[in-house]
């Protein structure tokens, strides 16, 4: 089975300082990870993906992740948080466990930014 | 280009009453999925279909029914409806099932 696990439902930091969202997934075969953004009453759009092909991932919007297979973890970090960053985050893993991909979500992360 | 489509962006159901949500994508995408949003419960996947002709459960089917009805449509239907599917649903593609999900902007169905 598939899944995924973000620590902290809400997340406050202030302006300019390091944001840091938590994600640790749960996957059977090789995952794919993927970060979202989603801005209040819009669907979602992606900030970043790990595909395998290297473990630092770089995103829009300075965003970047880490994939640390021996954690399994998927970290997003910024090291300088803007107001425009607030917004909720959703980690998203896809994997064929058992034939085709199945796309599963986190439960999201809402980043606040304090002037 | 549209991108992904969902029809209605609003809808008021009484219990009991059934209704068919719509979503239509112009990007030639194989796989397309169905997630209902909750507050502090994230995007759930209702159904899924890897590609045209095939539909498979996600994590809370119970009380819905797809239709894949081509490689552009893929419906979703609430029998009899209920105030725990009071929800925003949220219509998705990929090209394939390990990249980029392309989103459409919701439809909020309440339910009385």
């Known amino acids: 089975a598939q899944s995924v696990t973000q620590l902290g439902s809400h997340v406050s930091v202030s302006e300019g300082a390091l944001v840091l969202l938590r994600c640790n997934y749960s996957?059977?075969?090789?995952?794919?990870l993927f970060w979202y953004v989603q801005y209040p009453n819009q669907g979602l759009q992606l900030l970043l993906k790990?595909?395998?092909?290297?473990?630092l991932v770089k995103g829009i919007n300075g965003f970047e992740a880490e994939f640390k297979k021996s954690e399994t973890s998927f970290h997003l970090t910024k090291p300088s948080a803007h107001m425009s960053d607030a917004a909720e985050y959703f980690c998203?893993?896809?994997?064929?466990?058992?034939?085709?991909?199945?796309?599963?979500f986190g439960t999201g992360t809402r980043l606040k930014v304090l002037a | 280009n549209a991108g992904v489509t969902q029809t209605p962006k609003f809808q008021v159901l009484k219990t009991g009453q059934s209704m068919t949500l719509q979503c239509a994508q112009d990007?030639?995408?194989?796989?397309m999925y169905w997630y209902r949003q909750d507050p502090g419960m994230g995007l759930r996947l209702i159904y899924y279909?890897?590609?045209?002709?095939?539909?498979d459960k996600g994590e809370v089917p119970n009380g819905y029914n797809v239709s894949r009805l081509n490689k552009r449509e893929f419906s979703l239907r609430l029998e009899s409806a209920a105030p725990s599917q009071t929800s925003v649903y949220f219509c998705?593609?990929?090209?394939?099932?390990?990249?980029?999900?392309?989103f459409g902007q919701g439809t909020r169905l309440t339910v009385v």
């Open positions: 998705a593609t990929t090209l394939q099932g390990n990249t980029e999900a392309f």
């Open positions: 790990y595909t395998s092909a290297a473990t």
């Open positions: 990007m030639n995408h194989n796989s």
């Open positions: 996957s059977s075969v090789p995952p794919y």
């Open positions: 998203a893993v896809s994997g064929r466990p058992s034939g085709t991909y199945k796309y599963i």
């Open positions: 279909s890897a590609s045209e002709g095939t539909t």
